[in-house]
């Protein structure tokens, strides 16, 4: 990370969180300006883009992807503008019955 910049945090829960081996990364903020650039920057190997991408361009349409606790989807999706200091949560299908 670069002095002076403040990182984006990308937080990664259950099955998501097991993919990537961790609970959150950290990017910074000046090479993530956008969701999806954040997010192919922690996509570093093909198992982590199998699990957020379909083609490693569009996001898994059964993936929660918030935004300081914001639909992405609301936020204009994976070209949502990301800021310093902005938390992108990652969380996959809810199942259950």
Known sequence: MNAGNRDVTIRFFASI?????QKEAAVASDQAPTV???LRQVCTTPERERGIFLDGYTLRSDLIVLVNGRN???LGGLAA???????????????GG
């Open 17 to 21: 969180k097991e993919i990537f081996g």
């Open 81 to 95: 503008t990301l800021h310093d200091g902005d938390v992108v949560s990652i969380f996959p299908p809810v199942k």
């Open 36 to 38: 999806g650039k954040a």
């Open 72 to 74: 992405v989807f609301f």
